[in-house]
């Protein structure tokens, strides 16, 4: 199972280069924003996690360029939390232009840490309960 989230953002200047075009490494803070947005709204945001003691470090990321994105282009972006047996949050990502066609699209994993940066193993209670409430694990 799948759960998904879509956000706009809005390309400013200062994220474009000279030729006008969205620079390359401003894709994965759009994931992010992506991210962030996801998490809000389905109550596993960075906030929630650190409520708990946790982090949740990025361990990889994949970023696919397909189109470039301008200064003023509204951008959509597509977050889809890709379920797991295992300990961590794996997301994917398309982003489209205001034309519907697809830019980039992505990967990020992240995963637990503790307070003091040690990598948890077992799922958390936070995320364990987060699984149940939308439909993932059995009540």
């Not at 980039?104 to 940066?117: N, S």
Request: proline fraction near 4%; charge should be positive; charged fraction near 25%.
């Amino acid at each position: 199972m799948e759960i998904k989230e879509i956000s706009k953002i809005k390309i400013r200047f200062n994220e474009v280069d000279s030729l006008g075009i969205v620079w390359h490494g401003h894709y994965i803070a759009y994931f992010e924003e992506g991210r962030e947005h996801f998490g809000l709204k389905h109550g596993i945001s960075y906030l929630d996690v650190k409520s708990h003691g946790l982090a949740t470090p990025i361990v990889e990321s994949v970023c696919k360029h397909k189109l470039p994105l301008k200064y003023g282009d509204i951008a959509t972006i597509e977050t889809t939390f890709v379920d797991s047996s295992a300990n961590k949050l794996i997301f994917t990502y398309k982003i489209f232009n205001p034309e519907g066609k697809v830019v980039c699209t992505g990967k990020t994993v992240q995963v637990f840490i503790d307070e003091k940066g040690i990598l948890v193993l077992n799922i958390p209670p936070l995320f364990e309960a987060w699984k149940k409430k939308v439909g993932l694990l059995a009540k």
